[in-house]
């Protein structure tokens, strides 16, 4: 019986970062048909970075880089520039975890929205430039400045996730 439940915290403890990525590209929705017109955000931004920087390897590179394709083929933009995005956002996490000696979760999140940041200039290099792709810039604006306001919240959700999976009710 012991060993059953640590077999299940096991899975659920390595596995759910991932489940939760495919889930939330998959089952996009669209807030502009809806009451919620001006409310959007970028999961998995927030769910990539977080566990990108809070535990290195909980997602495989190439399990994002699938995720990053499977957003393409949702939203219907050239193949490859979520993958290389959310590749991007890993390796930014990488780099702030490395310089990192004591994790503050405000500088987390500044970093996180310059990084956003940059990552949204790179997709609209892309799309703009190379495949004349119209973008909404309000959306857009929207969907970052949500991204960047909710990372603070899920990062504790996930904290807390982990803490009650691993057994640590602090």
Not at 41 to 61: M, P, T, W
Not at 86 to 115: E, G, Q, S, V
Not at 131 to 153: A, G, R
Request: hydrophobic fraction near 55%; aromatic fraction near 22%; charge should be positive.
């Amino acid at each position: 019986m012991i060993n059953t439940n640590k077999k299940i915290q096991y899975l659920l403890y390595h596995y759910t970062p991932a489940i939760l990525l495919f889930v939330s590209i998959l089952s996009e929705i669209d807030f502009n048909n809806s009451e919620f017109k001006y409310f959007s955000f970028n999961f998995a931004y927030i769910l990539i970075f977080h566990y990108s920087l809070k535990r290195e390897g909980s997602i495989g590179y190439i399990i994002i880089f699938i995720a990053g394709l499977f957003n393409d083929v949702v939203h219907g933009i050239p193949m490859g520039i979520s993958s290389l995005c959310y590749l991007l956002l890993c390796a930014a996490a990488a780099y702030l975890r490395n310089i990192t000696l004591r994790p503050n979760i405000i500088k987390d999140w500044f970093f996180f929205l310059i990084t956003v940041m940059i990552l949204n200039l790179i997709t609209f290099v892309f799309l703009i430039l190379f495949f004349d792709y119209k973008i909404n810039y309000f959306d857009q604006m929207i969907n970052t400045i949500f991204t960047f306001l909710l990372y603070v919240f899920f990062s504790y959700l996930f904290r807390a996730y982990d803490n009650i999976i691993l057994g640590k009710y602090n």
